[in-house]
């Protein structure tokens, strides 16, 4: 896809939102059950049933889809696709990129083993590498504007509010 392509099914949209901004707020659903004979959760994620259980360092085996995998392969998916998005806008001359996240858990956290080792991860680290021969200012505001509208690197960096609710049924 080409930038006029982009901007031609973008500027209907963005017209409709600045007009009538609560067209532009949207309820996202996630869904998933519990499963009978393993400590695991069964999410449907619209193309697939995915299987998220315990990471081996909290006593899984290992065969499911670890949970903070999955929000680091999000984070992955959100800012390559921003970054593609951002890169077509710009007319950014891109032969090719890899994102990748890492992060850094405490298990000790999350097995309740130590108060003060914290539940969840300490450091995320977002990378990017890019086969280009743009200059760096270009490659900057590349990146500036990927972390700018990656929806999952916003969301982990503000911090949404949050609430959990239970019903009996």
Do not use: W
Not at 4 to 12: E, H, V, Y
Not at 31 to 51: F, H, N, P, Y
Not at 75 to 83: I, P, W, Y
Not at 85 to 107: H, K, M, N, Q, S
């Amino acid at each position: 896809m080409d930038a006029a392509t982009l901007k031609t099914l973008q500027a209907p949209l963005k017209e409709a939102y600045r007009d009538t901004p609560e067209k532009a707020l949207i309820t996202l659903r996630a869904e998933g059950s519990i499963e009978d004979q393993s400590i695991a959760c069964k999410v449907e994620t619209g193309r697939a049933l995915a299987i998220a259980g315990l990471h081996p360092a909290t006593g899984g085996s290992g065969l499911e889809l670890c949970s903070g995998d999955m929000l680091l392969e999000a984070l992955v998916a959100c800012a390559g696709v921003t970054l593609k998005a951002v890169a077509t806008a710009l007319e950014f001359r891109l032969d090719g990129a890899t994102v990748t996240a890492e992060g850094d858990l405490d298990f000790r956290g999350t097995l309740g083993v130590a108060k003060e080792a914290p539940v969840g991860f300490r450091a995320i680290r977002l990378g990017i590498e890019l086969q280009t021969d743009e200059p760096q200012e270009r490659i900057d505001s590349l990146v500036k504007l990927t972390e700018r509208y990656c929806v999952v690197f916003q969301t982990i960096n503000q911090r949404p509010e949050l609430s959990v609710t239970a019903l009996r049924l």
